[in-house]
Nanobody, 126 residues
Framework: QGQLVGSGGGLVQPGGSLRLSCAAS????????IGWFRQAPGKEREGISC????????KYANSVKGRFTISRHNANGTMYLEMNNLNPEDTGVYYC???????????????????WGQGTQVTVSS
């Protein structure tokens, strides 16, 4: 069936950086939109970034624009989220997600995605 395995979370001080990775096994990332979501304690899951397969268009939530960078490497089946200048509001569980093969533009809403990573904890604290 395939799965996504996320990694790279941890504890970081405000202003620090982390790089999250998510490896796909049992299926290809090609032809699929990919996204990253996060869920803070007591809050709903938030779509923070995605890449459209059809043209590589990238979208970011306003809260992370200019600080986070999403990328993908189809050949090795891995997607990434580079996070810089982190602040305590970035604390939460981060999830990678992949949609079905599609030519539609990506969305930061969860409904487009059919496979999810297990989540990795990011804590920003001094």
């Amino acid at each position: 069936q395939g799965q996504l395995v996320g990694s790279g979370g941890g504890l970081v001080q405000p202003g620090g950086s982390l790089r999250l990775s998510c490896a796909a096994s049992g299926f290809s990332l090609e032809s699929r939109n990919i996204g990253w979501f996060r869920q803070a304690p007591g809050k709903e899951r938030e779509g923070i970034s995605c890449i459209s397969n059809r043209d590589g268009d990238v979208k970011y939530a306003n809260s992370v624009k200019g600080r986070f960078t999403i990328s993908r490497h189809n050949a090795n089946g891995t997607m990434y989220l580079e996070m810089n200048n982190l602040n305590p509001e970035d604390t939460g569980v981060y999830y990678c997600a992949v949609g079905r093969p599609s030519t539609t533009f990506c969305s930061r809403t969860p409904g487009q995605y059919t496979r999810w990573g297990q989540g990795t904890q990011v804590t920003v604290s001094s």
